[in-house]
Nanobody, 129 residues
Framework: QVQLVESGGGLVQAGGSLRLSCAAS????????MGWFRQAPGKERDFIAV????????YYADSVKGRFIISRDNAKNTVYLQMNSLKPEDTAVYFC??????????????????????WGQGTQVTVSS
């Protein structure tokens, strides 16, 4: 039903910036809550950020708050993750995900990968020290 493709990952020096993109198929992208997660080797998949269907609501994991910005362009069926002031501990595979359920204000629900029904294959971000 929904296909997601991440791009924009790569190698960057600590303190640098990257912008990740996630392009979605389908005509109902504007109805999806979109999230970003990351997974480092040997660790669980961790929540990074989420944005509501119209972009009016968002929130972030404490580890990235103030450094990362999630945004979306519904006309382009694309969600973005602008990553600034990158640190070596940001190194991970980054995944975008879609939740087709209506937005709710129990923000803790969006921490769980199980909330999201559709996932991209991920893009590698490596931050060198």
């Amino acid at each position: 039903q929904v296909q997601l493709v991440e791009s924009g990952g790569g190698l960057v020096q600590a303190g640098g910036s990257l912008r990740l993109s996630c392009a979605a198929s389908g005509r109902t992208f504007s109805s999806y809550t979109m999230g970003w997660f990351r997974q480092a080797p040997g660790k669980e998949r961790d929540f990074i950020a989420v944005i509501s269907r119209g972009g009016g609501s968002d929130y972030y994991a404490d580890s990235v708050k103030g450094r990362f910005i999630i945004s979306r362009d519904n006309a382009k069926n694309t969600v973005y993750l602008q990553m600034n002031s990158l640190k070596p501990e940001d190194t991970a595979v980054y995944f975008c995900a879609a939740d087709v359920s209506p937005w709710n204000f129990y923000k803790e629900s969006y921490y769980s990968p199980a909330k999201y029904g559709y996932w991209g294959q991920g893009t590698q971000v490596t931050v060198s020290s």
